[in-house]
Each structure stands twice: as structure tokens, then as C-alpha cells.
């Protein structure tokens, strides 16, 4: 005889299918600056939403695990269809926006960017590049074949450590690290549930190969990542900072969620707030655009 299974997300296989049949399978590509494209306000689902006990311990029998709530994030993160849709779609892709940073003296200062990515099996095969554009320069961040190097004038440089270290940690700690948590061979646990600002939320904590640990606030309603937070050193300091990546304003784009506004705290203090004016995935990338130029000098001058 079969015991009944006190999870009480057993029918949550149903629910995200019934969510998918509901959900729009048109393409939406958010513009903005002038001459932008009209897009049409997101078209949602209220999911059902999921009874928990917000005084339940991470070890209750009740309680969601934390591989089961990761899960829920990837299949609506997926437009309900998870990874199958994200996979396909989020091969590659292209970003612009504004980032907002504020300085030590309380000035801020706004760069242009645009992000570019190309995603291999693992995160450590993916091909990622950051170009900067300021009122004083431009240059480019690039990570490949497992290196951070930069580009300015067509020249290769070597960024300064702060930067390369901020720069992987945009990828380390980051909602896509936890859609790909599995891929990467990361390891979840679950932090209990927690009540902020009259918000029920799942907490979750993730490690990855390298032993970076970053924990996740995840709406019990939506499944939405609402912000994380991480602990890390910078260079040439010994104290940790505790960092924390807020998110807002989540759009369709492509049929999967994205948050279009990010916000960074540094110990409390606002860092940088990235917004996306668009995002396209499915664009073709060349190779080049990831290669070291002084690689590629050595490969035409042996």
C-alpha cells in the first residue's frame, strides 16, 4: 500500500502545466531610449498560490526542499515550461542598458553597457563580454577559455582586481546561477521560510564548485527570486563585505522572466542599479568577440 506524501507540492507537476497552456507564446523584446518600440504590458498568471507554514523548520517533513523550490523557480522562470524553454532560448544573447554606480563621495555616475554571452555546458565555459562606455572612455570586459582580460582601443589589458573580482561576481551570484544550478553541479539547502515585510518567502542557499555560497529570497506566491545576498572580500582587504542584489520590475522577455531593474547594496549602502533597456536572446555571436587580441596576434604570428 502507497503512503500518501506530505509534501504538499504534489500537484505542482500540474500546476506549471496548466500555467504554461495558459501563458502567452509571443516574443517580447523590451526597447527603450528614442524611437523605441511600443511593447505591450506583460501579460501574467497569478499562480496558485502554495500553503506554507511560515514557522516551519528547514528540517519539518512538511517543509519544501530546497532542490523542489529551485525547481518551481526554473519552471516559471521558463514561462512554465522550465528549462526546456530557458535551454532553448537563452543559448546566447544581448543586453543593453544603464548602470548607476555611486561613488565613495556620494556622486553617481552612469554607464552605458552591453552585454553579450554565449552559454557552454557549464558556467565555466561560457563566453561572456561587458563593453563600458563613460563620458571619459571605453573599453570592454571579457571572460573566455577560463580568463577575465580587457579591451580598450583594440589593445588587451589587464583589469584592475577590483574590477575582474566585481565582474565574476556578477556571474557567480546571480538568478542564472541559480537556473543552472544543476549543470554547474552546485549544491542547494534549504533556510527555512521567513516573513519580510509582509512578504512569505522561501529560503534557499546555494554552493557552488568553487565554495561561493549565496542565499536566495524567493517569493512563496510568484517563485520570483526578490533578492540574494553574498558575502565576499575585496582585494587587497581581509574583511567581508555582505552584499545584497535586489530585484525588480520583472518583465516577459522571450516567454521567460527577467527582472529589468537590479539594485546592489554593499553593507547596506546602495552601490549600483543596473536597468535594461532591451534584451535579445538567439542572437548570433562570433567568436572574436570573445578572443584575446593579443592571442589572436600570436596565432597570426607564430
Do not use: C
Not at 523605441?36 to 528547514?58: D, F, L, M, Q, Y
Not at 565555466?124 to 580598450?152: A, C, M, N, W
Amino acid at each position: 500500500m502507497k503512503s500518501k506524501t506530505p509534501f504538499r507540492f504534489r500537484n505542482l507537476t500540474l500546476l506549471v502545466v496548466s500555467l504554461a497552456l495558459s501563458a502567452s507564446a509571443s516574443v517580447v523584446r523590451a526597447q527603450g531610449g528614442r524611437g523605441r518600440e511600443r511593447v505591450p504590458p506583460p501579460k501574467t498568471t497569478t499562480p496558485a498560490r502554495v500553503p506554507i507554514n511560515p514557522s516551519a523548520k528547514p528540517d519539518d517533513p512538511k517543509a519544501p526542499t530546497a532542490e523542489q523550490i529551485a525547481e518551481t523557480v526554473i519552471a516559471f522562470a521558463g514561462g512554465g515550461m522550465g528549462r526546456a524553454v530557458l535551454n532553448q532560448i537563452r543559448r546566447n544573447g544581448l543586453e543593453r542598458g544603464r548602470l548607476t554606480r555611486t561613488g565613495q563621495d556620494g556622486r553617481a555616475e552612469e554607464t552605458r553597457y552591453e552585454l553579450r554571452f554565449v552559454r557552454g555546458e557549464k558556467a565555466e565555459k561560457d563566453k561572456v563580454r561587458l563593453d563600458s562606455k563613460t563620458p571619459q572612455t571605453e573599453f570592454s570586459l571579457v571572460y573566455g577559455d577560463g580568463q577575465v582580460f580587457g579591451i580598450i582601443n583594440g589593445s588587451p589589458f589587464t583589469p584592475r582586481a577590483d574590477a575582474t573580482a566585481d565582474f565574476i561576481a556578477q556571474q557567480a551570484h546571480s538568478i542564472d546561477a541559480l537556473l543552472r544550478y544543476k549543470e554547474n553541479e552546485s549544491k542547494l539547502s534549504a533556510a527555512g521560510k521567513e516573513k519580510q515585510q509582509g512578504i512569505d518567502v522561501f529560503v534557499i542557499d546555494l554552493t557552488d564548485k568553487a565554495n561561493r555560497k549565496t542565499r536566495y529570497f524567493i517569493s512563496a506566491r510568484s517563485f520570483r527570486v526578490l533578492w540574494l545576498e553574498y558575502q565576499d572580500t575585496p582585494p587587497g582587504s581581509a574583511t567581508a563585505l555582505k552584499y545584497t542584489k535586489r530585484f525588480y520590475d520583472y518583465r516577459l522577455a522571450q516567454s521567460t522572466q527577467v527582472p529589468f531593474r537590479t539594485v546592489l547594496l554593499e553593507d547596506g549602502k546602495p552601490m549600483s542599479e543596473t536597468r535594461i533597456s532591451t534584451i535579445t536572446y538567439g542572437v548570433k555571436m562570433e567568436d572574436s568577440l570573445f578572443r584575446n587580441p593579443s592571442s589572436a596576434s600570436t596565432a597570426a604570428n607564430p
